[in-house]
């Protein structure tokens, strides 16, 4: 089935870049998201990637798709203490792009050091 | 930013009471979806609906239930609250295939 894996924690240090990655297995993903949550709070679109394009960038963020490996990453520039919180990677599987329901990773925890 | 609500946001209730967690948006979209959010941080999807009068079951099993009445009113049923509803509730919104928009999210405690 459709699967979607990340690792569980980042620490790094304020002011430095912060890469998370996401691996999934559906080859026939149409969007590919990254989501933010905030302690007690729902899920934040941060930015999403059709899956023709290598990569997107929206100021301090930048994702880069690499198709062939099935690998997705989220560069976040210059990270602030106000970034710390669990970003999530999701895909729309191909057996749901009628449904459009999105598969998730784990989540990621970045935590910031100032 | 999506318009999309939930409420209430945090609800404690003892086992056997019937709850509804509303969510309304007011985007317009077609398609709305629950989430439940375990405490291990994994989303799986246990409802979705494509339009009014339509919905489905998801991926993970759930004893409760949706309507769909109004395109922007997707509320959830559970009749008979126990401990292991104890989760987080996410709605979400999308017009067709597009991206998806959620709520802030119902933190549910039965008792």
């Known amino acids: 089935g459709e699967d979607v894996e990340q690792s569980l924690f980042l620490s790094v240090r304020e002011g430095d870049s912060s890469v998370i990655n996401c691996t999934y297995t559906?080859?026939?993903?149409?969007?590919l998201y990254w989501y933010k949550q905030e302690p007690g709070a729902g899920l934040q679109l941060l930015t999403y990637i059709f899956s023709n394009m290598d990569m997107k960038q929206d100021q301090r963020l930048t994702v880069l798709l690499n198709k062939k490996d099935k690998h997705l990453s989220l560069r976040i520039a210059d990270t602030q203490t106000g970034d710390s919180a669990i970003y999530f990677c999701?895909?729309?599987?191909?057996?749901?792009?009628?449904?459009?329901?999105?598969?998730f990773g784990t989540g990621t925890l970045l935590a910031v050091q100032p | 930013e999506a318009d999309i609500y939930q409420t209430p946001r945090y609800l404690v209730i003892g086992t056997g009471k019937k709850i509804t967690l509303e969510c309304s948006q007011t985007m317009g979209h077609d398609k709305m979806y629950w989430y439940q959010q375990d405490p291990g941080m994994e989303l799986h999807l246990i409802h979705y609906s494509y339009g009014v009068n339509s919905t489905e079951k998801g991926d993970l099993s759930s004893e409760s239930t949706v309507s769909r009445i109004r395109t922007e009113h997707f509320p959830l049923t559970l009749e008979s609250a126990r401990p292991s509803h104890t989760s987080q509730y996410l709605c979400?919104?999308?017009?067709?295939?597009?991206?998806?928009?959620f709520g802030a999210g119902t933190r549910l405690s039965v008792l």
């Open positions: 559906d080859s026939s993903s149409t969007y």
């Open positions: 979400a919104s999308s017009e067709g295939r597009s991206v998806q928009y």
């Open positions: 999701a895909e729309t599987g191909g057996y749901g792009g009628a449904t459009n329901k999105l598969i």
